[in-house]
């Protein structure tokens, strides 16, 4: 008999670093009075489940775990779902390689990037959810499971809802069949979904936009209007005169600048920046930081909010437990875009060479203007400052963060400070 992913040493497994701030327990101490009674709650017939809700800035509700065991229990609903249902989710990583790879070749391709409106809203949740509680290999508990958070009041029976990781699961389910078909679609020849995200590589004279919308109409979702459609060309020779030609798509942050220009038994030339979308969310956060200063006067948390969106920051990897297996990851201004940078083209594959980071000299324009230029309307105050935090202001830089990989360390009640002017943006 399959042993129920409820036990306690089954939810012990489902810890993760951080788990005491986040939830301001004693891990060390308490941590085996705090499974049991996860296990209790899940495996009781009818499961104490805490979820609570928010809405975000566009009005969407997003759910989460209400304390710690609630959240150990979804934790291991979604392992044991993923495992039985056989789902892997696509890895940023990965699709992006994918895009880098299509994007060099030097034949002529059209690219079509698109979103599918309101996901988990519309996704019909309710017949996923049906098969997995008649499912002869779906753990007992976990149909409990399932059937209280769908007995919750706020969370409607026909949604995935959103916040949840099981909605991730529900998401991939639903579309499997929608992927398979839109892959073997004649002329496509490159295929990639992140969530709701699409892209797709295509033959020139192949639009596959049609079939999205008509595949997608049969499972009662569509597409959001901002639909992105380029056709890169192979142009074989140019004139002095003539400019160098240029497509650019954007995908998961970055912006692809496809070069037109193609030789023989070479790979396109391209290059990757940071994607406007994202470059105007660190804008609008360095002025949220300017006008907390303005209302506080905090200094040293300017300087550290500054630094947290200029910089990189090392941070414990949440899908290992506690003890010997944990493993830190790098984030920040470099490292969460690792593939920006020029790509030359060659006869010997894809090459990446240093990214000048040109976007981000932008930001630090923006930066220096909003600190000392004469129409600003904060650099009085900043001119009024010591001398030595003046110099702490005049060295932060955006673009020498990405190029030198700068690293800062912060706590983790300094992070929740730093960021906590941010939750409005």
């Known amino acids: 008999m399959l042993q129920s992913p409820y036990v306690e040493k089954a939810l012990a497994q489902h810890f993760r670093v951080g788990d005491s701030g986040k939830w301001k327990v004693d891990l060390e101490k308490d941590i085996d009075s705090i499974v049991s009674s996860a296990a209790g709650r899940a495996m009781s017939n009818r499961p104490n489940l805490v979820i609570k809700s928010k809405l975000d800035k566009s009005g ?6 209400g304390d710690i065991e609630t959240d150990l229990i979804l934790r291991a609903t979604y392992r044991c779902l993923s495992k039985q249902c056989g789902i892997r989710l696509p890895s940023r990583e990965d699709i ?17 990037k698109c979103d599918i409106k309101s996901f988990y809203e519309s996704l019909d949740a309710e017949p996923i959810v049906r098969n997995l509680l008649i499912d002869t290999r779906t753990d007992s508990n976990l149909k409990a499971v399932l059937r209280q958070i769908y007995s919750d009041p706020a969370v409607a029976k026909s949604v995935a809802p959103r916040g949840l990781a099981i909605s991730a699961i529900f998401a991939e389910i639903a579309l499997r069949d929608f992927d398979r078909l839109v892959r073997k679609t004649y002329g496509v020849h490159r295929y990639f979904r992140y969530a709701d995200d699409i892209i797709v590589f295509s033959l020139p004279e192949v639009e596959v936009l049609p079939v999205i919308e008509s595949e997608l109409k049969k499972l009662n ?25 240029i497509s650019k798509y954007t995908y998961l942050g970055y912006e692809i600048s496809a070069h037109e220009k193609v030789s023989s038994f070479t790979s396109r030339q391209f290059d990757i920046s940071i994607s406007e979308t994202k470059l105007t969310k660190r804008k609008t956060r360095l002025f949220l930081a300017l006008h907390a200063f303005m209302n506080d006067g905090n200094t040293k948390l300017l300087i550290n909010r500054l630094n947290y969106l200029s910089t990189n920051q090392s941070v414990y990897k949440t899908s290992h437990t506690r003890g010997a297996k944990r493993q830190k990851i790098r984030t920040g201004i470099h490292y969460n875009y690792p593939h920006c940078g020029h790509y030359p083209a060659s006869k010997k594959g894809r090459i990446q060479q240093d990214h000048n980071a040109h976007e981000l000299i932008a930001i630090d324009v923006v930066l220096k203007n909003a600190l000392w230029g004469p129409q600003s309307e904060f650099s009085t105050r900043f001119a009024s400052l010591p001398t030595h935090l003046q110099d702490e202001l005049r060295r932060i830089s955006f673009a020498q963060g990405f190029k030198k990989k700068l690293m800062k360390r912060f706590t983790r009640q300094r992070v929740s400070q730093i960021c906590k002017v941010w939750g409005h943006e």
Do not use: H, M, W
């Not at 969407?60 to 775990?65: Q, R, S």
């Not at 979702?221 to 030609?245: I, M, W």
């Open 96 to 112: 992006v390689n994918g895009i880098v790879e299509a994007t060099s070749e030097a034949c002529p391709y059209r690219v079509t």
């Open 221 to 245: 979702l569509q597409l959001n209007e901002k639909t992105e459609v380029s056709l890169v060309r192979a142009v074989g020779k140019l004139t002095s005169s003539d400019p160098l030609p």
């Open 60 to 65: 969407k509700k997003i759910f989460f775990a």
